[in-house]
């Protein structure tokens, strides 16, 4: 695998020494094009080659130091020591309740997308200059409904829609004012919103999949889920517009690439939409992230990332990881070294690995998967290779 670059970052392909030309008498004249050449070739080397961002998941478990928000603090931090330069959390309604962020630290009382970031990022562990980049899974509180997924609900409450974004990415622009932060915007899972807040659920289940039906037909939801990415592409360029300094970027995030096709009984999810089938309604997107749990399980990555690639430029990995049993170190060490082999002929079109979880959720919300446990010690951290970690995340071996 290629060398681990500084700062938490993957390269995307072997970097190797490029032979500058060497003049045979050192003479001014003689050594200026030499010089130029090797600048010219230098130059060339730094721009294709490009890194990818090693990123630590914070949600879902939290390290246990302090209480409320501070807790989500303390966990950022922690990971900024172990070597991660990029994190992704959430700021959702749900994330607002569980850190204890209510009305009464809101301008108006009410709390919007704007006062959950601006809580969330009000530490002094995000002016820390080890930190990259974030990747944000963001959701407002007028489309947490069914604004994501209806598009009657998005035209009937567009206005209130844009209006919350645009409030939210205006604090990202005066939090990060004068200092570089890149920013990606990413939703969760698609698929999942679409079919009713599990895909797996929906095809493995009778009963699920009747209810879910019940709520509209997922041919409806799945456009409906196009407007509302649609409607934030928008809201992420006029942010630009507004800050011409933000580094803000957008992806629509999507899951289960073959669940429909798996479906049980067989043939009754016949007809139904994954959520990338749709998304060429919106053209060549230049960014994507895809929740690549399912294929990591299935050992399908390297064909699901050739099909996302047809309709996205460049794709996050998010939720990698696998399951622990807590006794099966060397059966994960070789998952995740077959994972690095497989991603290798991708990364120059992979801007981030997102490991979930940062810290491992109190039971029973989906255990084994923590880098860390909820009190720090080392848990799969210590068999993912140093070239697919943190520059420094396995010092605490």
């Known amino acids: 695998m290629a060398a681990r670059a500084p700062h938490g970052r993957y390269p995307a392909k072997q970097s190797r020494k490029l032979p500058c030309p060497e003049p045979p008498l050192p003479t001014p004249f003689r050594l200026l094009p030499a010089l130029v050449i090797c600048i010219l070739m230098l130059f060339a080397s730094a721009t294709a080659a490009r890194a990818t961002d090693i990123v630590a998941y914070v949600w879902g478990g939290l390290l246990d130091q302090g209480t409320g928000v501070a807790r989500f603090y303390n966990s950022v931090a922690f990971l900024l020591d172990r070597g991660f330069t990029s994190v992704r959390f959430a700021a959702t309604p749900n994330a607002a309740a569980s850190y204890g962020i209510g009305q009464s630290g809101c301008r108006g009382g009410r709390v919007d997308l ?238 981030a690995i997102v490991y979930w979880n940062g810290f491992e959720p109190a039971p029973p919300a989906h255990p084994g998967h923590g880098l860390f446990t909820s009190d720090g010690s080392p848990m799969q951290i210590r068999y993912i290779p140093p070239d697919l970690g943190p520059a420094s995340g396995h010092a605490s071996r």
Request: charged content about 25%.
């Open 114 to 351: 704007g006062c959950i970031l601006a809580a969330e990022l009000d530490s002094r562990v995000f002016d820390d200059p080890r930190l990259r980049s974030l990747y944000i899974t963001l959701q407002g509180t007028v489309d947490s409904d069914r604004a994501e997924t209806d598009a009657s609900a998005l035209e009937r409450d567009g206005r209130s829609v844009t209006d919350e974004y645009a409030g939210a990415f205006d604090v990202l622009a005066r939090r990060f004012a004068g200092r570089p932060m890149p920013i990606t915007i990413l939703n969760w899972e698609g698929d999942n919103k679409v079919y009713c807040g599990s895909l797996y659920d929906f095809t493995r289940s009778v009963a699920a999949r009747a209810a879910c039906l019940r709520q509209g037909d997922p041919r409806d939801r799945v456009a409906g889920f196009v407007a509302w990415t649609r409607m934030r592409l928008q809201a992420v360029q006029e942010a630009r517009r507004r800050h011409p300094g933000l580094d803000l970027r957008v992806g629509p995030e999507v899951n289960g690439l073959h669940a429909l096709e798996t479906c049980k009984p067989a043939g009754d999810c016949a007809g139904y939409p994954s959520l990338l089938s749709a998304l060429p309604r919106l053209g060549r997107l230049p960014l994507c992230s895809y929740s690549a749990y399912d294929s990591l399980e299935r050992g399908t990555l390297a064909a699901d990332l050739r099909l996302l690639l047809r309709t996205c430029q460049q794709v996050i990995l998010g939720e990698v990881g696998f399951r622990s049993n807590g006794g099966d170190g060397a059966r994960l060490a070789a998952e995740y070294e077959a994972f690095g082999a497989e991603v290798q002929p991708f990364l120059d079109r992979i801007p």
